[in-house]
């Protein structure tokens, strides 16, 4: 009796760490902050994550910015699903996750970093074979000048790109540049789907991270 209770308290453990893995098989409806998801889930083509044959593009003009290009086809059938006649969604109409944000780079810049420093640091640790995990469908719903702004966003976590952040910090102290005002862990990738209205970043007092986990996706 005593060898079946342990045998059976085996088995639970492993079935807990099992549904820990895969919470959406088991049915596990949880956002990682432990927020009810709101919807059935979503399918995402694991193809989403081939992005070392895309070609990065630098990114200039008005406001140097640097991210990481992905393939829109592969974002496309979410935006699909989620554009309705009731809430119809604008599409920019290609995919990326950016790395370093306009506001980010102008801060950089007082420390004589360009982005042409920033594009060959990127190259140079191949910013398009950094590895990411899916984690949920982001949801941002809020009023702003009278306006309800809905945001869709596919939340990522990447320590490839961190890492970058971080020999992209390293350029900006080196040079002078004040550590306090630039963080490259305070960092939300994420890859935008469609919006409303228009987009919204942190500079509106909008966090788009594991808080706005609205949907489980299923890569497969």
Known sequence: MRLFSIIFLLFFISCLSVEASFPVILGYQHSPLGVP???PPLDLPRAIYDTGNITFVEHHEPTPWLGMELSYQNIKPLFDELNTTDQPLVSRGEAHITVISPPE???LATADLTIEDIDITA?????QSSHFNVVCLGKVDVMRDQLQHVVYQVIVDSPDLIRLREKIFRLYYDRGGNAALFDPHNYKPHITIGFTITDLHIEQG???GYNVCHR???VR
């Not at 190259?123 to 910013?127: C, G, N």
């Open 37 to 39: 998801y709101q919807a």
């Open 105 to 107: 780079y102008v801060q």
């Open 216 to 218: 489980a996706i299923r």
């Open 123 to 127: 190259r140079k640790h191949s910013i």
């Open 206 to 208: 909008v966090s788009k």
